[in-house]
T-cell receptor, first 113, second 109 residues
Framework: KAGVTQTPRYLIKTRGQQVTLSCSPI?????VSWYQQTPGQGLQFLFE???????NKGNFPGRFSGRQFSNSRSEMNVSTLELGDSALYLC????????????FGDGTRLSIL | QKEVEQNSGPLSVPEGAIASLNCTYS??????FFWYRQYSGKSPELIMF????GDKEDGRFTAQLNKASQYVSLLIRDSQPSDSATYLC?????????FGQGTRLTINP
């Protein structure tokens, strides 16, 4: 069974640009969550999608947005990039929303110059 | 008070000894508890999960849950240098999963 696939693995952008990251969950998983991980802040929850609906959102500005498609694939978008957005962005999928283990992809490492 | 708290470490344990990692949580309604291992530069990998009070064993790993004390722990027996990593505790409830900051574990040969 294929794992969670995130693309691209690495990205370099400049301030002010926007970026779109992609996540394909494990087959059959309908919940997709996104996290930002930085050395100082640890793993921070961005948002969670289930059946194309955003069910939960973390404490991030509106520049961070996402969506989920009917095949459960998800994208997240960050507009007007700032230096502080440099981080590892992780996607995790699970079979259902509540109380099921989440399985992580390898992440997208985003660097802002 | 943080929702999920872990000692950041580093925790240093000699090879072959038992490593004990601890986690406390604040939400009494929490229903699911997970341990992830994260190697430097890699993504978190699920190693254990537990839903009921008591112990759950899987190979060298044992997860322990005490809901009355709001405490979950992970024991690693016969620690190996390959166990050196950051261990993340995650606590789940209604529509959310909250991660601790992680404990960095170093196994010394």
């Amino acid at each position: 069974k294929a794992g969670v696939t995130q693309t691209p693995r690495y990205l370099i952008k400049t301030r002010g640009q926007q970026v779109t990251l992609s996540c394909s969950p494990i087959s059959g998983h309908r919940s997709v969550s996104w996290y930002q991980q930085t050395p100082g802040q640890g793993l921070q929850f961005l948002f969670e999608y289930f059946s194309e609906t955003q069910r939960n959102k973390g404490n991030f500005p509106g520049r961070f947005s996402g969506r989920q498609f009917s095949n459960s694939r998800s994208e997240m978008n960050v507009s007007t990039l700032e230096l502080g957005d440099s981080a590892l962005y992780l996607c995790a999928s699970s079979y259902d929303r509540d109380n099921q283990p989440q399985h992580f992809g390898d992440g997208t490492r985003l660097s802002i110059l | 008070q943080k929702e999920v708290e872990q000692n950041s470490g580093p925790l240093s344990v000699p090879e072959g000894a038992i490593a004990s990692l601890n986690c406390t949580y604040s939400d009494r309604g929490s229903q699911s508890f997970f341990w992830y291992r994260q190697y430097s530069g890699k993504s978190p990998e699920l190693i254990m999960f537990i839903y009921s009070n008591g112990d759950k064993e899987d190979g060298r790993f044992t997860a322990q849950l005490n809901k009355a004390s709001q405490y979950v722990s992970l024991l690693i027996r016969d620690s190996q240098p390959s166990d050196s990593a950051t261990y993340l505790c995650a606590v789940g409830g209604a529509q959310k999963l909250v991660f601790g900051q992680g404990t960095r574990l170093t196994i010394n040969p």
